[in-house]
């Protein structure tokens, strides 16, 4: 069967286009990535979700397609943003060794079990959890649990795994969920968000390494893709993200973030309700 998009078929116009609009979707992610440390997925899966659907592919696959994808180009987002802040001191090494393992496990099974799970499963995934993010992010206050982490070695792998596996199905490198996992339990922000770019490492290599295995041979993707991962799309957007996480750090430690944060929320929370409702 061949794939629903034949790319001999676009005129140059709206290949420019597609690759501009790949583009500024990466350099978006990797701004937002290192500005707020929610993780570039969270704007990558919904723009390649609309267009994958826009060039007419198969509902049934696209949002494999997107979260795959996603997780493919958070690989070098997720080192680039991780060496800015780590060059700054606010990557917790003990609590990545503490959570590593853990989430790395979490993400690889999520990945893996991807084949089992709808695409309107991966989607209410995403729909739900981005709207319990976007109130959140839109609270005045951070919720705060306790003033350290749990004690108990198997409830703090617990945690970490299942913010793995979830954040694998959701094609986000974690950021989103790490950080107000973090500062509810008294970390400060900044030290939240650099953590959680080293976190994200450990979240999109199994993950992505899960659906490429979970997606092979299976009908219908576009052309030149690995498993679920579309290689073109990961080849344009990667460097802009790469690029622009750096300076998203910079910014993180040089604003105000809260009405950027309210304003993304905003985003988020109509992002999250249109999935939802497809």
Known sequence: MQPALDLSMLDGWTIAALISGLGFTGALSGLLA???????????????????????????????LAVATSLAVIIPTSISSMRAHSRRGTVDRSLVKLWGPAVFTGALI?????????????????????????????????????????????INRTMASVIGFISSLMGIGGGTLWVPTMTAFSHPVHRAVGTSAALGLLIALPGAAGFIWSGVGVADRPPFSLGFVSLPAVLIIAPASFLMAPYGARLAHALNARYL?????????ITAGRMLMS
């Open 110 to 154: 999520g990945g893996i079990m991807s084949s089992f799970i709808s695409g309107g499963g991966l989607r209410a995934i995403f729909g739900v959890v981005g709207l319990l993010v976007a109130v959140n992010m839109a609270s005045p206050r951070h919720l705060v649990v306790s003033d350290h982490l749990p004690r108990s070695g198997w």
């Open 261 to 269: 944060r309210l304003a993304f929320a905003f985003f988020l929370a």
């Open 34 to 64: 290192g500005l707020l440390g929610v993780g570039g997925g969270i704007v990558i899966v919904p723009v390649l979700y609309w267009g994958l659907l826009l060039f007419g592919f198969p509902p049934a696959i696209i949002s494999h």
